[in-house]
T-cell receptor
């Protein structure tokens, strides 16, 4: 029940395109859903996060869509750039508990 | 804001020695810090949760006598890998949760690459 399933495992998108990464969870007690971006050899950086009382949150080119009934949430990267090439992790937690991470998506944005 | 530092960034040691990794929250207080381990091309694996002034809580399968965690202040937690062996070689990352923050925001350090020869 603690799992967070993430897909796809890897993704190749052309510059200017939309990158979409999906996550699904089982624990309905989860109430915090962040996305992290990680470059090779670096620690993860908090990108954007959402709570289940809203269905969408947008920050610049990054948007989280949240579907509470389906227990799914996704990250959309608009106008993808080569600098966005990184590994993205979704995560979930409830109250002040530990984060449960997805398995990660390696995004490559080509020219 | 919300900067977390780790020191050292890289360490190479001989088998059997102990290595200490420091994690500091630079511009905020963190009552809780977390230690993760990450293998190449894999997700983050939580090792332990560290609360200031109390004993760390270790995840199942993590040897608490091997991975010693101390959280002596609201801005510093340390991970000591005792009697390190080659299988302990990994990327160790800490994170810190903002004390009293409205959400469960965690900010990660840059990681420490440990290589045990």
């Amino acid at each position: 029940q603690q799992q967070v399933k993430q897909s796809p495992q890897s993704l190749i998108v052309q510059k200017g395109g939309i990158s979409i990464i999906n996550c699904a969870y089982e624990n309905t007690a989860f109430d915090y859903f962040p996305w992290y971006q990680q470059f090779p050899g670096k620690g993860p950086a908090l990108l954007i996060a959402i709570r289940p009382d809203v269905s969408e949150k947008k920050e610049g080119r990054f948007t989280i869509s949240f579907n509470k009934s389906a227990k799914q949430f996704s990250l959309h990267i608009m106008d993808s750039q080569p600098g966005d090439s990184a590994t993205y992790f979704c995560a979930a937690s409830f109250s002040a508990s530990k984060l449960t991470f997805g398995t990660g998506t390696r995004l490559q944005v080509t020219l | 804001g919300a900067v977390v530092s780790q020191h050292p960034s890289r360490v190479i040691c001989k088998s059997g020695t102990s290595v200490k990794i420091e994690c500091r929250s630079l511009d905020f207080q963190a009552t809780t810090m977390f230690w993760y381990r990450q293998f190449p091309k894999k997700s983050l694996m939580l090792m332990a949760t560290s609360n200031e002034g109390s004993k760390a809580t270790y995840e199942q399968g993590v040897e608490k006598d091997k991975f010693l965690i101390n959280h002596a202040s609201l801005t510093l937690s340390t991970l000591t890998v005792t009697s390190a062996h080659p299988e302990d070689s990994s990327f160790y990352i800490c994170s810190a949760r903002v004390a009293g923050g409205p959400y469960n925001e965690q900010f990660f350090g840059p990681g420490t690459r440990l290589t045990v020869l």
